[in-house]
């Protein structure tokens, strides 16, 4: 049987957004997906959330997409062969409780619920999202298209802080500006 993933909008969103980070990555899971490699599940959740992102691609100054490749790309995100889930009362019950542990968002939560429950990993690349959730969830089940794990940064005066992981990989640095985090 194929591997299983889920995905959150943050990944569909580089399938189509050129302008994003780790395009290639992402890229490359849609291919093993087209070629029966592995398989995709993902809440309903995400057919919304990336109709939103397409929407707000369109409205910012200088990002690669207008309104006619909007619909487009919304048409053939439609065709892929994802498999979605509607999450039932419990599952929401659960997802709600899970928010509030991890204190994300409901939707962040939605996606990491559905991963437990198949059993799989969550294939995202939001590393606000990530930041959030301890080590035992991150390495059971998350999948991370960037080359950090679980990310903690250490409050410095700086305008370079070091980031610290718990998990062992290279250790970036991370260049702080309003509002955005660039990872070298």
């Not at 943050?10 to 780790?22: G, R």
């Not at 309903?44 to 790309?73: C, K, M, V, W």
């Not at 994802?82 to 991890?102: D, M, P, R, S, V």
């Not at 991963?115 to 301890?134: K, Y």
Request: charged letters at 20%; one cysteine or more; hydrophobic letters at 45%.
């Amino acid at each position: 049987m194929p591997e299983q993933y889920v995905v959150d909008a943050s990944v569909a969103a580089k399938w189509f957004l050129n302008d994003e980070t780790s395009v290639q990555k992402a890229t490359d899971y849609l291919v093993r997906l087209l070629a029966d490699e592995i398989l995709l599940h993902a809440p309903t959740l995400l057919r919304y959330e990336f109709g939103n992102i397409l929407t707000r691609a369109q409205r910012q100054d200088g990002r690669p997409i207008d309104h006619e490749r909007s619909l487009e790309a919304l048409e053939i995100f439609h065709e892929y062969p994802i498999t979605y889930h509607e999450l039932g009362k419990q599952a929401f019950l659960e997802t709600l409780t899970f928010a509030n542990q991890l204190k994300c968002s409901f939707q962040d939560s939605s996606y990491l619920w559905l991963a437990r429950s198949l059993n799989c990993r969550l294939l995202t690349a939001d590393i606000r999202f990530v930041q959030n959730i301890p080590p035992d969830i991150l390495r059971a089940h998350i999948q991370s298209l960037g080359q950090w794990a679980y990310l903690r940064l250490i409050p410095a005066s700086q305008p370079l802080i070091r980031c610290q992981f718990l998990q062992v990989l290279e250790v970036p640095l991370v260049r702080v500006r309003p509002r955005r985090l660039l990872l070298h």
